[in-house]
């Protein structure tokens, strides 16, 4: 509960209403499915909030904040222009290799080599 507390309002109200939202499977055996299409919200998101629920508690209800808060998350136009040129290359490249062959040019050290 002392992290409940420790909880800026506006995040204790979120957990409290989420927590509203899956109380009636907790304490009336309400079906997930049937709780998620009243309040139209997808199932796999209600199923999360419970699993986070009974593992950390009320206070796991919170929405997390951003772990790059106030710092810049635009890429330099030189990784824009390298990250466009392997985008546009035929056959087309998935995502994933896209991103390796990134991080192998730009984060040697974090590449697993």
Do not use: N
């Amino acid at each position: 509960m002392d992290e409940l507390a420790s909880l800026q309002e506006s995040a204790r109200e979120i957990a409290l209403e989420r927590f509203r939202i899956i109380q009636p499977y907790l304490e009336e055996d309400r079906s997930l499915s049937v709780i998620a299409r009243k309040a139209r919200i997808s199932y796999r998101t209600i199923h999360r909030w419970l699993t986070r629920y009974r593992r950390f508690g009320l206070a796991a209800l919170a929405r997390k904040g951003r772990g790059d808060r106030g710092k810049r998350r635009a890429l330099s136009p030189q990784l824009l222009e390298l990250v466009q040129a392997l985008a546009l290359e035929v056959p087309p490249l998935p995502i994933a290799v896209i991103y390796r062959r990134i991080c192998q040019m730009y984060c040697p050290l974090t590449s697993g080599e």
